[in-house]
């Protein structure tokens, strides 16, 4: 008898992807002519959270635009990023951002619904936390369900951790 097959669906960001995307864009920032004067700068706030400031709206969404730039260079799905409007702080503009680290209830449940409507018979799904486990005794099934929800078009990054 074939034992089950699993993996578990994800929403998580490689720190360290993302901590070399912010240092490439300071640097970019610090380098560039039209970033000259204008006080543009880039920095972690806090675990998840990117702040960019600048003295005016423009150069703040610019900052904001080299930083998605680099992070899509090393490969970070910018569905990870949740980036605030431009807000006044004085004479100086800031944007916060936020980095997504897991999966809330309400998107644990279309993903659930998703391989519930439209996964092949036989494959269940167990919320751990933050994680949907997806199992099968197919492997063929396992697969057909990672390639249904690559084509989803979730608002959130996903990805597929300990296939076995």
Excluded at 7 to 23: G, H, I, T
Excluded at 31 to 57: K, N
Excluded at 68 to 96: F, M, N, Q
Aim: charged share 30%.
């Amino acid at each position: 008898m074939a034992s089950e097959s699993s993996f578990d669906v994800v929403s998580k960001v490689d720190r360290q992807e993302v901590d070399n995307a912010l240092n490439q864009a300071s640097k970019e920032i610090a380098q560039r002519f039209d970033f000259r004067g204008t006080g543009a700068s880039i920095r972690w706030l806090g675990e998840l959270g990117v702040e960019m400031e600048a003295s005016a709206e423009d150069r703040v969404n610019a900052v904001l635009d080299v930083f998605k730039d680099k992070l899509v260079k090393r490969k970070v799905s910018l569905k990870a990023l949740d980036a605030g409007e431009p807000r006044a702080s004085g004479t100086i503009y800031k944007i916060t951002a936020t980095l997504q680290d897991g999966l809330d209830q309400d998107q644990v449940k279309k993903i659930t619904k998703a391989i519930r409507d439209d996964a092949p018979k036989g494959v269940k799904t167990q919320v751990q936390g933050d994680e949907v486990r997806v199992s099968s005794k197919s492997k063929n099934d396992l697969q057909a369900v990672m390639a249904m929800l690559r084509e989803q078009d979730f608002d959130f990054a996903v990805q597929f951790i300990n296939y076995r």
